[in-house]
């Protein structure tokens, strides 16, 4: 089993940052493909950013430039950065890892931008 505890949200003003970190516990987590989803109220949830065990990442074009995604395989931890941070940011994010086929998530953690 694969077991995902997510950390770091919370409310900042527009134009701040957070980190938000992941970490991944179970057997193979290693080698999953890693992303941070988000699901902001009345739309659809999205990929925000993905990295693959190789390191190739993937962001949204709605954050790119402004969100980093990044593993720290020693430590079995995915953070994702975000700056500049929008009111539109305003969601619930999300860790999923994607192994051997099966799809793990974690359970969330709220992120509010507002002044």
């Known amino acids: 089993q694969v077991q995902l505890v997510e950390s770091g949200g919370g409310l900042v003003q527009p134009g701040g940052s957070l980190r938000l970190s992941c970490a991944a516990s179970?057997?193979?987590?290693?080698?999953?493909?890693m992303g941070w989803y988000r699901k902001a109220p009345g739309k659809q949830r999205e990929l925000v950013a993905r990295?693959?065990?190789?390191?190739?990442?993937y962001y949204a074009d709605s954050v790119k430039g402004r969100f980093t995604i990044s593993g720290d395989n020693a430590k079995n931890t995915v953070s994702l950065e975000m700056n500049s941070l929008k009111p539109e940011d305003t969601a619930v994010y999300y860790c999923?890892?994607?192994?051997?086929?099966?799809?793990?998530w974690g359970q969330g953690t709220q992120v509010t931008v507002s002044s």
């Open positions: 999923k890892a994607e192994l051997y086929g099966r799809y793990y």
């Open positions: 179970g057997s193979g987590v290693s080698l999953a493909t």
């Open positions: 990295i693959a065990n190789a390191g190739d990442t």
